[in-house]
């Protein structure tokens, strides 16, 4: 664990959005194990314990820093900091979110507009801060970390699924524009992982009113969920590889799909005859939980 401002020069530099926890936390720790100085960033420094521990017992070149993607002042204000003592970002990874659990009818506009301004705008903040910087060095790899819920659309998780349907858009579309500048933009698709994402879902209480008419469909997909989290999940490492293979390799992947569950389901996908066949054998999947 590094000390505040005491920068170690020679490494390549990465910065992690959302590492508090799960796979931000397990990417850091995967980045920094492998020679990475890294920016462990997170919006509350209070929950540093954990990476704090890991790091210090391992003696990792990472430090923390303040960041809330939601707070412009935050996230520039940690750009400058990086800027100040690294002069580069190598890597930068996209990580912070959240899940809005609802049907779209039982969910407020407010609601779903907090959830694209993490997912998605809070992401464009850090990489618009971000981008001059690896424009000037003209290299660095982005990684965003996108979800298998944005290439397929689940019930229940409409808001959360499109902002991960938008951010494979804007991956696809930045990477052309950055090329020119050596920056190579990469998207990693988890399945379930096993992390404090379903537990801190963002559970609107017109999701839980026995007079909601999505009420029934509602406590399927939260038993689907839960069966799939107990039993069909992967760990954060496995997403943090997936990262760690995509910032070390010499011409990375567009997309990088972590997790078995994930890799089944997009299977499942291509092998369906018609986008028809392939609702009725997901619905079919959900019924059996
Ligand atoms: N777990 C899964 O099954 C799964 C599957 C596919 C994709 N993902 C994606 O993986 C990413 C990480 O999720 P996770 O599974 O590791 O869940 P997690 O353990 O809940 O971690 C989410 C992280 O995002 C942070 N965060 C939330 N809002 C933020 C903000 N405004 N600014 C900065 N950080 C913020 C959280 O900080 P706090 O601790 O302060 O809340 C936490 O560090 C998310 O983008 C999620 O959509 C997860």
Redesign the pocket.
């Known amino acids: 664990m590094q000390k505040e401002g005491q920068e170690k020069k020679g490494n390549k530099v990465a910065v992690v959005?959302?590492?508090?926890?799960?796979?931000?936390?397990?990417t850091s720790l995967a980045l920094a194990r492998n020679g990475f100085y890294t920016y462990a960033?997170?919006?509350?420094l209070e929950?540093s314990a954990g990476i704090i521990d890991a790091a210090a017992k391992e003696k990792l070149p990472l430090q923390l820093v303040q960041?809330?993607?939601?707070?412009e002042r935050?996230v520039n204000s940690a750009i400058a900091k990086i800027t100040a003592e690294q002069g580069r970002i190598d890597v930068l990874v996209?990580?912070?979110?959240?899940?809005l659990f609802g049907a779209l009818e039982d969910l407020s506009i407010e609601e779903i507009k907090a959830q694209y301004?993490?997912?998605f705008f809070?992401l464009i903040r850090l990489t618009q801060a971000a981008l001059p910087l690896m424009r000037k060095q003209n290299g660095g790899i982005i990684v965003n970390?996108?979800?298998?819920?944005g290439r397929i659309g689940f019930p229940g998780t409409a808001a959360?699924t499109s902002?991960?349907f938008a951010l494979e858009g804007l991956t696809e579309a930045i990477s052309y524009e950055l090329e020119p500048f050596g920056i190579k933009v990469v998207i990693v698709?988890?399945?379930?992982?096993?992390?404090?994402?379903?537990?801190?879902m963002v559970v609107p209480r017109k999701t839980s009113d026995p007079n909601s008419p999505y009420l029934q469909l509602m406590q399927q997909m939260n038993a689907t969920l839960s069966s799939m989290?107990e039993n069909g999940?992967s760990s954060?490492e496995v997403?943090a590889k997936a990262v760690l293979q995509a910032v070390t390799v010499e011409n990375p992947e567009l997309r990088y799909l972590?997790?078995e569950d994930?890799v089944t389901l997009m299977e499942m996908r291509k092998k369906a005859p018609s986008d028809e066949e392939f609702r009725q054998m997901l619905k079919q999947n959900f019924s059996q939980h």
């Open positions: 959005s959302g590492s508090s926890s799960g796979i931000g936390l397990a960033t997170m919006r509350n929950k960041l809330d993607v939601n707070d935050s996209n990580n912070a979110g959240y899940g301004e993490t997912n809070g970390v996108g979800s298998v819920a959360y902002t991960k698709e988890p399945g379930v992982i096993k992390t404090n994402f379903l537990n801190g989290r999940s954060p997403v972590a997790g994930a």
